[in-house]
């Protein structure tokens, strides 16, 4: 049975494609759930994709990974600033855990510099447009002992 791993969007990224394409690109939400299936597929993983507005709703995602997902990756959105909740949630799950960033979000507004999710993650991609969360499935795969 494959192993699990849910990538968890924050807000205002079901926008993707639509909103501030000079900064996040013209791929939509969609096109990056396609190319994660792929990639995750190639190595031998599931899943479980989703995007909320909703900080709750986002903790119980995390909640609902503690049962049953192997690693998250998660591109928290603006909740990477602001979400104390979402860290104390990451913080109780015990598999790995990757931050994704469309934007170098060091370039950008010094308010984004600050992340309370790299205070959990395994790993941080940022700048690198929506392929960083193919590069996020690829490390974990590796991290949890696929190809």
Request: proline share 3%; net charge negative; hydrophobic share 40%.
């Amino acid at each position: 049975m494959p192993k699990k791993i849910y990538i968890l969007n924050g807000p205002n990224l079901n926008l993707l494609g639509k909103r501030q394409p000079e900064i996040y690109g013209h791929e939509t939400l969609a096109d990056v759930e396609s190319a994660c299936r792929q990639v995750a597929s190639d190595a031998g993983l599931e899943i479980a994709f989703h995007q909320s507005n909703h900080e709750g709703a986002i903790i119980d995602l995390i909640h609902e990974a503690r049962d049953s997902g192997a690693g998250i990756v998660i591109n928290p959105g603006a909740f990477t600033h602001t979400s104390v909740a979402i860290l104390d949630a990451l913080n109780a799950f015990e598999g790995p855990v990757l931050e994704v960033h469309i934007s170098n979000v060091h370039k950008r507004e010094s308010f984004r510099h600050h992340s309370y999710v790299s205070l959990r993650a395994d790993g941080v991609i940022a700048g690198f447009g929506t392929q960083g969360y193919q590069l996020a499935v690829q490390r974990m795969a590796r991290l949890l002992g696929g190809q």
